[in-house]
């Protein structure tokens, strides 16, 4: 599992620094960080510690003010917009905390825009029979319940089959019984797909289903636990 | 279909209403530009081949009478290639049924062979026969006025003596396109006409057998034209040449060119502006669609969309509109520029029209408001753009608010809670506020320019007819003539007063500036033609030195007390140095003004003139008609009852159109801005007026505060647009300034009376659509997603 050759991500040193008019917030001070492929990592932390900006460098979505951020060997500091933009198209899947879908889309037309620009994707039924909703195909946003609309946002994320999946705060706007529907697709997904994975929570239960927890505390990391067995969401308290 | 291109169709879908009115404004512009750019191209290609098919001729002069003779050294000239020498006269016609005097014109036409320049256009019947002497055709134009059907009879005064003709034809002319008579402003033609007779039946009775007075030349190239004119003056100054001229100075070429010159002038001013507000609306539209979507452009480029792809995305929308905007805008344009174009063949008599919608005329359209949109959207995506993934799916921060200034200055306590949400939204956006007060401006301005022709107009005929020409009646002759005319005058029923005139045919010069018009002498103290100074009060005529109309006086750049050089072209075309005295206020045509003994001095001839003004008993007016056709001296009379009418008529029949035309374009403007505006307020802040109605507001509670920010936009605009509808009164006044007329700034109050009425009913109309649309605002959808 730690074989340096499973390697995915390496980080070393990274900083993020936002100018915010006369002050700086310094989001991330220095984090080095592995994350190795088909392992399922859960970040947690209090808000405002970092998490999030932590998993957007990761995913290209910015870049780090400092510091070293490679994927599969290669610099991610390095890669200009349209290298980004191939990069997140062709390696990784997001799930946000808001779903983010398109409201004027159906959940299969949401799933379909990803997997357009996908080369090997799965079909958007097929990635919607994961997330269990085959029966909610033609569905707008709107016509679905958080939970539902979380899970359509999960099946968009993997459709095109990412080497990594992250995730930020997926139940953060969902309550515990459908929180607990939610992680267990993502966790099906991982175990299923073998897809790397990263899930932001402030929710210390959640932790038990991870290999790993990473815990980032005012921009760095605090501490690294290791979970020799995982749970599966069903069996988590809350 | 694409996910990406059904987001676009149903989202199109919902902003449809904001589609429509962009693409109405849209569909405005290209129509207004289609419109008048085809019908240019349409008059000058027809022009063009009329002129080039019926051998329109380059350079044309009168004389008194030459030799035949003359033709061969005329032909001779470098230059030349074609000459046609003529017999031109003015008669008086008697139509039978018609009290009224008429004025003709009578040209020949070569007996036994076709014209080598300005040919005929036979509409029906045939050319008159070479041995009759009483055959003739007349122009379409005055036919269709008497319904005057070949085999008809005219009574004509020919040299004196009383004729009868047959009509024969009914003919088009190149040289008659525009059929005015001399000294009028607008065409009658009733009681104008133009006949053509064989060369030799006119020649026999104007003593003109083996002679000539009136040549036409065609030109192996137009540039020579300069050098023909001043031999031909050489050639015919011993003939009695009156100054030979090239096209530019040809009454009906000249009228239409001035007419395609206002023409091109609407054909660039209105779509300019109409793409302004089409340009500005797209721009205000997208910039808050992409505001509102940057979250998804922020999803969308973390799935791994490209800029491209994204900008391609909303730039599709923009093209759909766009396109089907500039389709409906040239298929109506093209159907109203046929409209124009026949408005203006009862003006211009064509043969044919060469209507066709040029493909460079589409194909601008299309890329003048594909650009303009593309631009437009490209701004707005620039900013969606400049943030990472990670940034745009943050929601955009919260608009920043701050006290207004009227609260900073400490008035807060005149206001409600929803007038100060009303000030302080109006205050955020300061600039695209500003924009949309000046398109709504601009809507009013529109109407103000397709209404104030008409007020105008009437002062122009006050001030040209009741003010400066007051006679009943002109009488021109057919040549200068001895005092003595005025006796007979005086003497014929009815008449109470005769005021006499002499016009010449001059030259002016001053420094590099020349321009060819009539020097007319007048006797001082006359009460039937007055002139006035630019406050229009009158002016005495000095006993030497000339008075200029104050156009002439600008084209000529001349002052009072300048000299000016004055070439007569006609007599024994004397040269001379006279000061310019003063300028007169006229707003029809361009003369020079002289006391009639200091004309006669300086023509250095005996007293002559060459017509006279009537004032005559109304009771008697049918009787002096009769008696007038009797003297054979008497070319033409107008009368000034009639021209007024004319000049109403003429204006009625091209103004209705364009005031028609105006407003709907204007209402489309106001109502497109209102509109879109009212729309984009109730996606941005239907959060916050749902969240009210939930606190208990009630629907006209929370309508107030939207439409009453609209309300107070399109009050501050109606001012705002008065001074806008002034500016372009003034560029259209300004760039309609010709010799034939000048057009007052002239805005009558009623102007603006219905401008504001029209920008407030197309607000009003705009805030019930979005009333009802507010009215069916769903409280809870609205509070339960994120904003
Ligand atoms: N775009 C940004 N501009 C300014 N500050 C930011 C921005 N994004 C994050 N921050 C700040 O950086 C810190 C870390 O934020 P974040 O990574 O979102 O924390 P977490 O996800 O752990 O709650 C916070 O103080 C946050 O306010
Ligand atoms: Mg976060």
Redesign the interface.
């Known amino acids: 599992m730690t074989d340096p050759r499973d390697r995915v991500f390496l980080a070393r040193g990274l900083t993020k620094i936002y100018p915010m008019g006369e002050i700086e917030v310094r989001a991330l001070r220095g984090v080095d960080l592995d994350l190795f492929a088909g392992e399922f990592v859960v970040l947690l932390g209090p808000s405002g510690s970092g998490k999030?900006t932590l998993l957007?460098i990761l995913?290209g979505?910015?870049?780090p003010s400092s510091g070293a951020m490679q994927y599969g060997g290669r610099d991610l500091g390095v890669y200009d917009?349209?290298e980004l933009?191939?990069?997140?198209?062709?390696h990784?899947?997001?799930v946000?905390q808001?779903y983010?879908l398109?409201p004027?889309?159906t959940a299969r037309?949401?799933v379909?825009?990803?997997t357009?620009?996908a080369r090997n994707p799965l079909a958007p039924e097929e990635a919607l029979t994961l997330v269990g909703l085959a029966d909610r195909l033609d569905h707008f946003p709107?016509q679905l319940s958080g939970g539902e609309q979380q899970r359509v946002a999960i099946a968009?994320a993997v459709a095109k089959r990412p080497e990594v999946l992250l995730c930020d705060e997926p139940t953060g706007a969902l309550d515990v019984q459908t929180g607990i529907r939610v992680l267990a697709v993502i966790d099906r997904v991982n175990r299923e797909l073998g897809t790397t994975t990263v899930v932001i929570t402030h929710n210390a239960a959640i932790a038990a289903m991870a290999d790993r927890v990473i815990h980032l505390s005012n921009g760095l990391i605090a501490r690294i636990d290791h979970n020799t067995q995982r749970q599966a969401p069903d069996d988590i308290v809350w | 279909m694409?996910?990406?291109d059904?987001?676009l169709w149903?989202?199109l879908w919902?902003m449809k209403g904001q589609a429509v009115a962009i693409m109405l404004v849209i569909v405005c512009g290209v129509a207004i530009h289609v419109m008048f750019g085809a019908t240019l191209d349409a008059l000058g290609q027809t022009r063009a081949r009329y002129y080039q098919e019926y051998r329109f001729a380059d350079v044309f002069a009168a004389l008194k009478r030459a030799p035949e003779s003359l033709r061969e050294r005329i032909a001779a000239l470098p230059g030349v290639a074609e000459v046609e020498t003529r017999v031109v006269a003015a008669v008086h016609l008697d139509v039978a049924g018609f009290a009224e005097p008429i004025t003709g014109r009578l040209v020949s036409i070569p007996d036994n062979r076709e014209s080598r320049l300005n040919r005929l256009y036979l509409r029906q019947g045939r050319p008159p026969a070479a041995d009759r002497d009483d055959e003739a055709i007349v122009s379409e134009a005055f036919a269709e006025a008497h319904r005057l059907e070949p085999g008809a009879k005219l009574r004509v005064v020919i040299n004196g003596r009383r004729q009868t003709l047959t009509i024969v034809g009914m003919a088009l002319s190149p040289e008659y396109i525009h059929q005015l008579r001399p000294g009028s402003m607008f065409p009658d033609y009733q009681r104008y006409g133009v006949l053509w007779m064989g060369r030799r039946a006119l020649g026999v009775a104007y003593g003109m057998e083996g002679a000539f007075n009136d040549v036409v030349v065609g030109l192996t190239d137009a540039r020579a034209a300069p050098d023909v004119i001043d031999e031909l003056d050489r050639l015919l100054t011993p003939y009695g040449g009156l100054g030979a001229h090239d096209r530019e100075d040809q009454p009906s070429h000249r009228f239409l060119s001035e007419e395609f010159r206002n023409i091109t002038l609407s054909a660039t001013l209105f779509p300019v502006l109409f793409l302004g507000v089409a340009v500005f609306l797209l721009n205000v539209v997208m910039n808050r669609l992409i505001g509102m979507q940057r979250?998804?452009i922020?999803?969308?480029?973390?799935?791994?969309?490209?800029?491209g792809?994204i900008a391609l995305h909303y730039l599709k929308l923009v093209l759909i509109v766009v396109l089907i905007g500039v389709a409906v805008g040239v298929f109506a344009g093209a159907g109203l520029g046929r409209r124009l174009a026949e408005l203006y063949t009862m003006f211009f008599r064509f043969p044919f029209l060469d209507y066709r919608l040029s493909p460079s005329l589409v194909l601008g359209a299309l890329l003048l408001n594909l650009g303009g949109a593309v631009a437009g959207t490209a701004f707005a995506l620039r900013a969606a753009f400049a943030l990472?993934?990670?940034?745009a799916?943050r929601p955009e921060p919260p608009a920043r608010y701050r006290a207004t200034v009227v609260e900073r200055l400490g008035l807060q306590r005149l206001l409600s809670q929803p007038n100060r949400m009303i000030l302080r939204h109006i205050e955020r956006r300061p600039l695209k506020s500003l924009f949309a007060v000046l398109g709504i401006a601009l809507a009013c301005g529109v109407t103000m320019a397709g209404r104030f022709q008409e007020a105008t107009i009437t002062h122009m005929v006050e001030v040209h007819y009741k003010l400066s020409q007051r006679e009943d009646l002109a009488v021109t002759f057919t040549e200068p003539t001895s005092w003595r005319a005025i006796g007979s005058l005086d003497g014929l029923p009815g008449v109470e007063r005769v005021e006499v005139y002499r016009a010449v045919p001059v030259r002016l010069r001053f420094q590099h500036h020349s321009r060819r018009t009539t020097l007319k002498g007048v006797p001082p103290g006359g009460d039937l033609q007055r002139l006035l100074d630019a406050d229009l009060r009158l002016l005495d005529l000095p006993s030497e030195g000339v008075l200029l109309t104050d156009y002439l006086g600008e084209l000529l750049g001349v002052q009072a007390g300048d000299r000016l050089t004055v070439e007569v072209l006609e007599g024994s075309r004397p040269v001379r140095e006279v000061p310019v005295v003063g300028l007169v206020k006229e707003y029809l045509g361009v003369a020079a003004y002289m006391d009639l003994a200091g004309l006669n001095r300086l023509l250095r001839e005996g007293p002559a003139i060459s017509g006279a003004y009537l004032a005559v008993d109304d009771r008697e007016r049918s009787e002096l008609y009769r008696r007038l056709g009797d003297i054979p001296r008497i070319a033409g009379t107008a009368i000034r009852e009639q021209e007024i009418r004319n000049f109403h008529r003429t204006m009625e029949q091209t103004m209705l159109f364009f005031t028609f035309i105006a407003t709907v374009f204007a209402v489309v403007i106001a109502f497109g801005i209102i509109y879109n505006s009212a729309r984009i307020a109730l996606t941005e802040r239907g959060r916050e007026l749902a969240s009210l109605r939930v606190l208990g507001f009630t629907r006209a509670e929370i309508s107030y505060i939207l439409l009453g920010e609209l309300g107070l936009l399109t009050l501050v605009a109606i001012p705002l647009g008065f001074i806008v509808g002034r500016g372009i009164c003034t560029l259209f006044v300004d760039g309609a300034r010709s010799e034939l007329y000048r057009i007052p700034l002239i805005i009558h109050p009623s102007t603006y009376a219905f401008a504001a009425t029209v920008v407030l009913a197309s607000a009003l109309l705009s805030g019930w659509l979005v009333r009802r649309k507010l009215d069916r605002l769903d409280l809870i959808?609205v509070l339960k997603?994120?904003d």
């Open positions: 999030s957007n995913g979505l910015d870049s917009d349209a933009t191939r990069y997140r198209r062709e990784v899947g997001f946000f808001f983010n398109i004027s889309l037309e949401n379909a825009l990803v357009e620009i709107a968009r | 694409k996910p990406l059904r987001k149903r989202e919902q979250e998804q922020g999803t969308l480029k973390a799935f791994g969309y490209g800029n792809a990472r993934p990670a940034e799916m959808a997603t994120r």
